[in-house]
């Protein structure tokens, strides 16, 4: 009877255990490409993937039946669970490399850089761009941005609204030079230069939320790779000065950098440590002023290629990992805005090698996709963690003219629904302090029954889940309150 009991109560814990722990597990890898010849994601720290709600786009380049490379789509419209076709988007006449990609509603971004296969000699390398309005089924003509007998490669591309934003590294000027081109409503402007030196200026990552633009990249002005950021905060079209992020007398390069309304983080690899090490650095007012370097990694293995990318309080970090005696994808996340970080988490484990990883988080799912040869060449995989965003998570890279609450949703719900809310740029506090946002929920007789949000937003749209799984079937009332701005919803919980 005592062993009954024991290993009834050992099975509830075990349930218990798991249900509470299951929220943060990672998938078994999917595996999106199956070709005679290798398929690669970029190693520049341009991401290739990007999410908006369920629809999940990857592309990558691809030597298939070992021709000339060409630049793939696939997307998933289930948030990763299944995926569609792959799609060529690039031309079927010349070599092209290293795309990147962004997401903005319906509207997919893809930029890469293109080889005149007929005349590679004379090195014209071109940056090209397509486009689709429809979440990736069907896609304009794709575009030259640039062409130029000198070498221009490794563009990365950000899109906030009806602007898009490309950075790339030209020798144009005689050194590698970093450039940006930009469009409003699919006009393109001019080229501006963005660096100036004798150094080469190599593998740009750019980043926007609103009217700010942030893009890092690493040269070697000061006699060692440094990794260097420059901003612009009216949408691209004056920039400030070059910022310094690093100074020492080891190599820094390959950073990335994704931003949440005032708050930018940036990663890269760095070898002050005897060792290539991942660090972290981040702003928390727009990029004004920068904090201290946080190391990520700590081993005596190489760990490199970082990519990020940031969803309200949480940001997250993927790179490559030779701890384990080849080459693994390892994933961090902080939860409280690079304040904190949790542990490393490995995410592949196979005895080939696994490279040049990006991460893109949209609602509560984290995805990322890299490439390995684990079957003989390298193939482009993908894994998800369906619920590995957790807390407030940021939703749009708009600066919203006034606050407010919406209806969650669903509703009426059974346990689980999510609540949107919008915080003002007009804020009657200083961006930079941000407003203190407080969003709780009532039952029928004025009582509290959970906090969800108390604490200091930068503006934006926030989108929060509330679990009321303890909680019985009634009416609840969610109020959105700041200093100057509250207001009050209903909603029906049903189970």
Request: with cysteine; charged share 20%.
């Amino acid at each position: 009877m005592k062993k009954l009991i024991f290993i009834s109560l050992f099975i509830i814990l075990h349930l218990t255990f798991t249900i509470e722990h299951c929220e943060a597990q990672w998938e078994p890898d999917v595996r999106l490409t199956n070709a005679t010849g290798n398929s690669w994601t970029s190693y520049n720290n341009a991401r290739c993937i990007a999410a908006n709600g369920n629809v999940v786009h990857v592309v990558w380049y691809d030597y298939k039946n070992l021709t000339f490379p060409k630049i793939y789509f696939k997307r998933s419209i289930n948030g990763g669970t299944t995926w569609g076709t792959e799609t060529l988007i690039s031309s079927n006449y010349e070599s092209q490399y290293y795309p990147s990609i962004a997401v903005f509603g319906s509207q997919v971004h893809v930029v890469g850089y293109e080889i005149g296969a007929a005349y590679p000699w004379i090195n014209e390398w071109s940056i090209i761009y397509r486009r689709s309005t429809d979440e990736g089924i069907t896609w304009d003509n794709y575009i030259w941005l640039m062409s130029d007998t000198a070498y221009s490669e490794f563009p990365s591309v950000a899109v906030s609204g009806s602007q898009v934003h490309v950075v790339w590294g030209s020798i144009r000027d005689g050194n590698k030079e970093i450039y940006y081109k930009r469009a409003i409503n699919g006009s393109w402007g001019a080229d501006t230069r963005l660096t100036n030196n004798t150094a080469d200026s190599y593998f740009p990552s750019v980043a926007v939320f609103g009217s700010q633009i942030h893009i890092v990249w690493w040269d070697n002005r000061d006699g060692n790779s440094e990794i260097y950021y420059k901003r612009s905060t009216d949408g691209g079209t004056i920039w400030e000065t070059d910022t310094r992020l690093t100074n020492n007398t080891a190599g820094s390069q390959h950073p990335s950098v994704s931003v949440s309304g005032l708050l930018v983080h940036i990663v890269w690899e760095e070898l002050r440590d005897m060792n290539w090490e991942i660090y972290y650095k981040r702003s928390i007012d727009g990029g004004t002023t920068w904090g201290a370097d946080t190391r990520l990694t700590n081993n005596s293995a190489v760990s490199g290629f970082p990519s990020v990318a940031v969803s309200g309080l949480q940001v997250n970090v993927v790179w490559c990992d030779h701890r384990d005696g080849n080459f693994e994808i390892y994933y961090k996340r902080s939860t409280d805005d690079g304040t904190t970080w949790g542990a490393d988490t490995r995410l592949t484990n196979n005895t080939a090698y696994s490279y040049y990883p990006s991460v893109a988080v949209s609602g509560s799912q984290v995805h990322v996709v890299w490439c390995d040869n684990r079957d003989g060449n390298f193939e482009i995989y993908y894994k998800r963690n369906p619920t590995g965003n957790v807390g407030i998570q940021n939703i749009s890279t708009e600066f919203p003219s006034a606050f407010s609450l919406e209806q969650n949703s669903p509703n009426p719900f059974n346990s689980m629904t999510r609540i949107q809310f919008q915080v003002s740029s007009t804020s009657p506090y200083p961006l930079q302090r941000g407003t203190i946002v407080v969003l709780k929920v009532f039952d029928m007789l004025g009582k509290e029954v959970a906090t969800l949000v108390n604490e200091k937003l930068q503006p934006g749209v926030y989108e929060v889940r509330f679990d009321a799984g303890t909680l019985p079937s009634g009416i609840y009332f969610y109020r959105l309150q700041t200093k100057n701005f509250t207001e009050t919803k209903s909603m029906i919980l049903l189970k």
